[in-house]
């Protein structure tokens, strides 16, 4: 009985992605699988993962394929991209060697230079209100900026920028148009699902849905598309970071030891996949008193920047609790662009710069481009 690629399949789904409950199949690594008599060549693409785990993948695929009857000779190709220049890269511009399906290499949004996701392990701790003031601070110092609200389980990007009308489609070219808001285009999956049937999708589907948006979104040229990212360390965040090449990741916490504990993960999770964590932001630090400016740590005391520290990431900002942040998300008015001069508002642009700072220092942009005026900005 000859070989089947079911059958060199099956033998691959027993392979875990290294420090990963998902098999090397299911994770789209898989790209080729030539069975040529009693020779069996497979081809695996990291894509943007990472390159440290070609080796044991490698090792791995070859002893399963080999216990496989009939086989007598295993060749394996593994094909990635350096991390080094994961986030270097303009997105769109094709990994050295990579395999293309599937991934941003097919120039799914090639006018896009960075894309950063903004990552928390927990909901509910401000993961949104970052992602929309940050791209909106990046916006006001200079740089081209889109926002795709990829919270399946609750986009609240629209009721932030203040839209709640459909968004409209170019039939011609069959692009959905985004939305642009005080300097910021942006589009949200809560446009395109019922969040109610959204809560029972499984990391495929989200992650299916996340591509249509960056792929379909007529996007234009964007300095850095910031991504509010499902919450969690699950399938979805795993794929993104795979199949996406991400400048970076900005993950949120609130400094409560249980949101630490999933910060932790997430720094966790893209470190394994060969994504820079730019830092962490924590949220909800503490409470000032607006009447005698008397500070309470609602939620403890500087768990943001220890666990930073601990990590070796940085602590990219501490965002106090406050009723302006609460009711900027609420009226649409976000808090950097109703309050330039509030000290809120010079916290998140502090962010926005230390981000601004990291890509332009890693594309290597000395040049004209917006990311290095943003960086000289600050230097100033
Ligand atoms: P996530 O995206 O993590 O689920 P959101 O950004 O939607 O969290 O925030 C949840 C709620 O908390 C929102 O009502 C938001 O306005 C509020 N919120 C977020 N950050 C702050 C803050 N620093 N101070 C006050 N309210 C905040």
């Known amino acids: 009985m000859s070989l089947t690629e079911s059958q060199v ?36 693409a990291l894509g943007a993962g990472n390159p440290a785990v070609a080796a044991p993948l490698e090792s791995a695929a070859t002893g399963a394929l080999r216990r496989l009857a009939g086989v007598e000779r295993v060749e394996v190709r593994v094909s990635s991209g350096p991390p080094s220049s994961a986030g270097l890269r303009m997105a769109g511009s094709p990994a050295p060697g990579a395999a293309t399906a599937g991934s941003l290499d097919d120039g799914l949004v090639p006018g896009v230079r960075n894309i950063v996701a903004v990552a928390s392990g927990k909901g509910g701790v401000g993961k949104s209100t970052v992602a929309v003031n940050l791209a909106l601070a990046l916006a006001g110092r200079g740089a081209r900026v889109g926002l795709l609200d990829a919270d399946i389980y609750g986009p609240s990007i629209p009721l932030m920028m203040g839209v709640n009308e ?62 509010d990212m499902p919450p969690g360390t699950g399938d979805a965040q795993l794929t993104l970071s795979q199949r996406v090449r991400l400048a970076g990741a900005v993950i949120v916490t609130t400094p409560q030891d249980v949101a630490l504990a999933d910060a932790v993960k997430g720094v966790a999770m893209f470190r394994k996949v060969g994504v820079p964590v730019l830092g962490i932001v924590e949220n909800m630090s503490h409470f000032e008193c607006p009447h005698c400016g008397e500070r309470t740590d609602v939620f403890g005391a500087g768990g943001g ?40 508002t010079r916290a998140f642009e502090s962010i926005a710069a230390a981000v601004a700072d990291r890509l332009s220092a890693d594309e290597g942009d000395a040049g004209e481009g917006p990311l290095a005026r943003l960086r000289r900005r600050r230097s100033r």
Do not use: N
Request: charged share 30%.
């Open 9 to 44: 399949l099956d033998a691959l789904r027993e392979i875990k992605y290294p420090g990963f409950t998902r098999d090397i199949v299911s994770f789209g690594l898989v790209r080729g699988v030539e069975i040529d008599g009693g020779t069996v060549r497979l081809h695996l």
């Open 166 to 227: 459909r968004p409209s489609v170019d039939a011609e070219r069959r692009r959905l148009l985004p939305f642009e808001r005080h300097g910021v285009r942006f589009m949200s999956l809560g446009f395109l699902v019922d969040p109610d049937s959204a809560v029972i999708w499984r990391g495929p589907m989200v992650m299916k849905a996340i591509e249509q948006l960056l792929g379909d979104v007529d996007w234009g040229e964007l300095d850095v598309l910031v991504v």
């Open 305 to 344: 920047r220890r666990e930073a520290e601990r990590l070796g990431v940085p602590l990219l900002g501490e965002i106090p609790l406050d009723a302006e942040i609460r009711a900027g998300g609420d009226t649409g008015r976000p808090i950097v662009v109703d309050r330039p001069d509030s000290p809120r």
